[in-house]
């Protein structure tokens, strides 16, 4: 028997319809499997920045710390590198009365970052950082009083890279010694070279400081510059770590 004249044509159309149909669902699977994969991609960035700040405020104690100490830190993806960063003391017209090579200790993975830099721990890129361990820097309420400026130094051996994509574990190895210099009475400012200022500001506001950015050497990482009123006694203390890096 013939068929009505469009039954092949809806046969037809039945066909192209369940391929469109498999077409959308093989495109949206693709488009969720590429969402699973972005969100645990971020979920394993997020977990080694959390992981690497914690591990380097276990293995680097500037401060609570004198001669040998080691700790390790671990990460599945990203890079560790050392850095050059300067804190310096400025005094009232500007004119550098000491500077200190502090160094900094850099990890990232994806947009997640830690730095480590004059004992101070910021997770987070410039622009939406935040400090998650306090610098060794304290200073007197109001007018004149006390600046102590602890100045923790990596003074590594040598420049560090390391990189991976299968989980890495490497030592942190310190050696610390301190020093504290009497810089005297006067009027002195803070200058310390960061990526992230931000959070560094935020700090030194909270601590009565009018914070100013400035790229004191011209190298093209400006400093949080932070200036507390009135003369102060003003010491600073140099934390000394002597950095080695090796294998976990």
């Not at 068929?3 to 693709?30: F, W, Y």
């Not at 304290?138 to 007018?143: C, E, P, W």
């Not at 909270?206 to 507390?228: N, P, Y």
């Amino acid at each position: 028997m013939i068929g009505p004249p469009n039954a092949r044509g809806r046969g037809q159309s039945h066909v192209v319809g369940v391929a469109l149909l498999l077409g959308v669902a093989v495109i949206s699977m693709g488009a969720l499997t590429a969402s699973i994969g972005a969100i645990v991609e971020e979920n394993a960035a997020e977990a080694d920045a959390a992981r690497v700040a914690s591990d380097v405020d276990r293995a680097l104690r500037p401060v609570e710390v004198t001669g040998a100490h080691r700790g390790r830190l671990s990460f599945a993806r990203g890079e560790l590198r050392t850095v050059e960063r300067d804190l310096r003391l400025l005094d009232a017209r500007g004119g550098v009365v000491e500077t200190v090579a502090v160094g900094g200790l850099v990890f990232e993975s994806g947009d997640r970052r830690v730095a480590f830099v004059a004992g101070a721990i910021v997770r987070g890129r410039p622009g939406r950082a935040r400090l998650q361990v306090e610098p060794p820097i304290t200073a007197s309420r109001g007018d004149g009083g006390v600046l102590v400026v602890g100045a923790p130094r990596l003074n590594a051996s040598e420049g560090v890279s390391i990189s991976g994509r299968g989980g890495v574990t490497v030592a942190l190895e310190t050696h610390v010694r301190h020093r504290r210099v009497r810089v005297g009475n006067g009027t002195y400012r803070l200058a310390v070279e960061t990526r992230t200022p931000e959070p560094w500001a935020d700090y030194l506001r909270e601590r009565g400081a009018t914070v100013d950015r400035l790229d004191v050497d011209g190298d093209g990482v400006e400093s949080v510059v932070a200036a507390f009123r009135g003369e102060r006694t003003t010491y600073l203390v140099v934390h000394d770590l002597n950095l080695e890096v090796g294998g976990g």
